[in-house]
C-alpha cells in the first residue's frame, strides 16, 4: 500500500470518525491524534493501517484503556508498536479482569472528585475506556459497584446506539472507604479470579474455600486467618519439595515468615496480627506461593 495516499480520518482502535484537528499531521512515521474516547495515541503508521483492516486480531480495549489512563494523568502517550500492542502491553500490569477494572473505575472516580460527593453523569460508550472496557461490561461494572453499595445511581436512560446514560453517580462511604484501601497490587488481584488447578480435587477445593473464606462478607478477622491457616496446611507437607523449584534459602525464610506470625502457633516469639492487612499480605504470600509451585510442577518434567 502507498501510505502516502493513505487517508488518516478515523481511530485505529475504536473507529470513531476524526473531528477538527483531533488528527496530528503526519510526521515520519508516526500517526498521532487525540479524542474525547481514547486520548492522545501515537501509533506506528503501518501497525494503524494493520489495526483498521483487522482491529479484532488486537487488544482494543486495553489499548483505548492505555492511552486514555495516561492522558488523564497528563502522561506522554506510548507509541504503539506491533511489538508493544502483541505483548509489551502486559510489563503495564493493566486490568485485565473483570474484578480489576470495576476497582480501577471506582479509584477514578474518588479520585477525581467522588471523595468530595461529587455527582457524575457517565456515557457507556465514553467513560468505559477508563475502566478498559467494552460499553456491555462497563454496564455490568456499574451494575456491580452499585450492587455491592460502593456508589448510588440516580437515573439510567438507553440512549440511542444501544449506549447508556447513568446520572447523578455518587460514591457511598462504602465506596469511599473501599477506594481509599485499595487493592493488593497487581497482577496478585487476579489470584482472586483465576483459576488455580493443582490436579488434586481436595486441596483445590480446599484453595477455593480458603478464598470464599478470606472475601465473604462481612470480613473479619477471624475469617481471613482461617484462610491463611488454610492455606498453610496446603504449603506445609510441599516443604521439601519446594526446593526442587526455588533455593533451599528461599523456602526456609518464606516458612520463617509464614511462622513468626501467629496464623498456626501461638509461642512467644509469634507476632500479633492486628490489622486486615497483614492478613492480607499473608494470604497473597501464600495463594502466589502455591499457584507459582502447581504451574512450574506442570511445566516441567
Not at 469511599?176 to 479470579?193: E, H, I, N, T, W
Not at 477445593?205 to 470480613?219: G, Q, S, V, W
Request: contains cysteine.
Amino acid at each position: 500500500m502507498n501510505f502516502s495516499e493513505l487517508t488518516i480520518d478515523r481511530c485505529c482502535i475504536t473507529g470513531h470518525i476524526f473531528k477538527g484537528n483531533e488528527a496530528k499531521p503526519i510526521t515520519g512515521s508516526i500517526i498521532e491524534y487525540e479524542t474525547p474516547y481514547v486520548g492522545h495515541v501515537k501509533v506506528e503508521l503501518s501497525l494503524y493501517v494493520q489495526m483498521l483492516n483487522n482491529s479484532s486480531l488486537y487488544p482494543r480495549d486495553i489499548l483505548s484503556g492505555i492511552s486514555k489512563n495516561r492522558t488523564l494523568n497528563g502522561l506522554e502517550p506510548i507509541v504503539f508498536t506491533s511489538e508493544f500492542v502483541k505483548d509489551g502491553y502486559k510489563s503495564l500490569n493493566v486490568p485485565e479482569v473483570f474484578e480489576e477494572k470495576a476497582f480501577h473505575f471506582l479509584r477514578h472516580l474518588h479520585s477525581t472528585g467522588g471523595k468530595e460527593n461529587k455527582e457524575f453523569e457517565l456515557r457507556s460508550g465514553v467513560e468505559c475506556m477508563i475502566a478498559y472496557a467494552t460499553p456491555d461490561e462497563f454496564n455490568r461494572i456499574l451494575d456491580f459497584l452499585n450492587d455491592e453499595q460502593f456508589i448510588n445511581i440516580g437515573h439510567v436512560t438507553k440512549l440511542a446506539g444501544g449506549s447508556v446514560l447513568y446520572q447523578r453517580v455518587k460514591l457511598t462511604s462504602l465506596g469511599k472507604d473501599q477506594a481509599r484501601k485499595g487493592l493488593p497490587k497487581m497482577p496478585l488481584f487476579g489470584l482472586v479470579s483465576q483459576e488455580i488447578s493443582t490436579g488434586n480435587l481436595a486441596i483445590d477445593e480446599k484453595i477455593n474455600h480458603a478464598r470464599t473464606l478470606f472475601f465473604d462478607k462481612p470480613e473479619s478477622m477471624d475469617k481471613m486467618r482461617s484462610a491463611c491457616e488454610t492455606l498453610s496446611h496446603i504449603l506445609e507437607p510441599l516443604r521439601d519439595d519446594l526446593e526442587t523449584y526455588f533455593s533451599a534459602k528461599d523456602v526456609s525464610t518464606f516458612f520463617q515468615i509464614v511462622n513468626t506470625f501467629d496464623i498456626r502457633h501461638n509461642k512467644d516469639t509469634t507476632k500479633t496480627l492486628q490489622h486486615p492487612e497483614q492478613l492480607e499480605w499473608i494470604f497473597y504470600t501464600l495463594l502466589n506461593t502455591i499457584n507459582t509451585y502447581y504451574k512450574i510442577k506442570k511445566r516441567l518434567p
